[in-house]
DNA sequence: GTTGCGATGAAATAACGTAACATCTATATC
DNA sequence: GATATAGATGTTACGTTATTTCATCGCAAC
């Protein structure tokens, strides 16, 4: 495992890799990664913390490139449907991807006293859930996996 | 397992046992399980799937026990919390709990087709994100996973 | 050059959820 | 029984999240 997130690193890589790969990928598969499907998802991986949509027009009308909600939506889709960035359902927000290279499903650790949320691969949730379904004979197309806590760091101080 | 909800089954005696499940736990915790909250759980338990707070609201509305949405959240947070029902958050809606008895991480299988919602225990969430969790520091307060995808009922004539 | 398609701009509205305050009701205590 | 208390409800107003719809633009294919 590679839970950063959590984890002192450098990360203006973070940033730099993930728009060098939402880039590359958008090349290889002819997706149009726009000025503002870019910006976007730069201002996504600027933290290691979900967003919320209107959080984010906020930056983008200061910044001239869209004031209306769909503006902010529709990248949003555009890169949660091609796997560079997720929605955390429970916070109703999103995050950058941190395994753009790879299809997998992603499993989310949230901080609730930092806001810090860590991505974690979960392949294809072999475990109980797996097993419930195939049990049950339903077909698994998606799944949503968040747990909600305190992070290493918050866990010192405060909190619990 | 026994994730009932696609299965054939007697639905009168879901009902039954989980209003009596929830009056009995009020009785012995000293909670009041007024009309509203009893009426609401009614509710969620006539059909296996999830409903919106407006949902609800409007048939108490027709009922004269309550019009505006406050109270559908109300008796919702106090079903919730006591664990009577479960959120669903990639629903942003709720569904009464299948296992009163037992204290609980639920998860959920949800049929996109027909919006049945089954529920399936998944003890602590031992698998990998406990893992990913402890590897990281992390501590899991609580968590929430939900499978979307087919029922066996749906996945026979269309869908997949 | 025109046709077609995907991306944007913009307005309006829908859906989901909460804050705040007044009022009422059921106990518990005296 | 009167009174104090805590919890439940009624109501207004508002805040947050998300979508629908239609017009426009830019670019590439034909
Ligand atoms: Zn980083
Ligand atoms: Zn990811
Ligand atoms: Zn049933
Ligand atoms: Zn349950």
């Given at each position: 495992?590679?839970?950063?997130?959590?984890?002192?690193?450098?990360?203006r890589?973070?940033?730099?890799?993930?728009?060098?790969?939402?880039?590359?990928?958008c090349?290889s598969?002819?997706?149009?990664?726009?000025?503002?499907?870019?910006?976007?998802?730069e201002?996504?991986?600027?933290?290691?913390?979900?967003?919320?949509?209107?959080?984010?027009?906020?930056?983008?009308?200061?910044?001239?490139?869209?004031?209306?909600?769909?503006?902010?939506?529709r990248?949003?889709?555009?890169?949660?449907?091609?796997?560079f960035?997720?929605?955390?359902?429970?916070?109703?927000?999103?995050?950058?991807?941190?395994?753009?290279?790879?299809?997998?499903?992603?499993?989310?650790?949230?901080?609730?006293?930092?806001?810090?949320?860590?991505?974690?691969?979960?392949?294809?949730?072999?475990?109980?859930?797996g097993?419930?379904?195939?049990?049950?004979?339903?077909?698994?197309?998606?799944?949503?996996?968040?747990?909600?806590?305190?992070?290493?760091?918050?866990?010192?101080?405060?909190?619990?």
């Amino acid at each position: 495992m590679d839970t950063l997130a959590f984890d002192r690193h450098d990360h203006r890589s973070c940033i730099a890799a993930g728009v060098a790969q939402a880039e590359a990928q958008c090349a290889s598969a002819g997706l149009q990664f726009t000025p503002v499907r870019r910006r976007v998802l730069e201002i996504l991986l600027a933290g290691h913390r979900a967003m919320g949509a209107y959080d984010i027009l906020e930056v983008l009308r200061e910044e001239g490139l869209g004031s209306q909600p769909p503006v902010a939506y529709r990248a949003l889709d555009f890169l949660v449907s091609n796997g560079f960035a997720h929605k955390i359902e429970r916070l109703n927000a999103f995050v950058a991807c941190s395994h753009m290279t790879e299809d997998h499903a992603p499993a989310f650790l949230i901080c609730r006293a930092c806001g810090s949320v860590a991505e974690a691969e979960i392949r294809l949730e072999r475990g109980r859930l797996g097993e419930a379904a195939a049990q049950a004979g339903f077909t698994i197309e998606r799944t949503v996996v968040e747990a909600e806590g305190l992070c290493p760091n918050c866990a010192e101080g405060r909190g619990a």
